[in-house]
Nanobody
């Protein structure tokens, strides 16, 4: 059983930055592929990016590429999402997710999900 708890959301003006954290309550998160997703009101959940078990591989949605960076600290059992140059269209609930299999994170069906943290970007 893996419990994920996001933090770091808030309100920021366009062009600003936020760093989200996702703390995992598990003996070791190193065995899990991790990802970030987001969902805006009235819209479907959207893949933001993933990071592999060791952190050696990452990928991002085109909409955030070059602005967002995913990292992980396996020693602290924590996943991060650094968001720079934020835009109003980045406004959404942000969710971290974990799975033993990377492909399920990439295709948006990971087994474990956090409850989310809200990010609001004003123009």
């Amino acid at each position: 059983q893996v419990q994920l708890v996001e933090s770091g959301g808030g309100s920021v003006q366009a062009g600003g930055s936020l760093r989200l954290s996702c703390a995992a309550s598990v003996r070791s998160i190193s065995g899990y592929a991790l990802g970030w997703f987001r969902q805006a009101p009235g819209k479907e959940r959207e893949f933001v990016g993933y990071i592999s078990w060791s952190g050696g591989s990452t990928d991002y949605a085109d909409s955030v590429k070059g602005r967002f960076t995913i990292s992980r600290d396996n020693a602290k059992n924590t996943l991060y999402l650094q968001m720079n140059s934020l835009k109003p269209e980045d406004t959404a609930g942000y969710y971290c997710a974990a799975d033993l299999t990377l492909s399920t994170v990439v295709n948006g069906t990971p087994y474990y999900w956090g409850r989310g943290t809200q990010v609001t970007v004003s123009s």
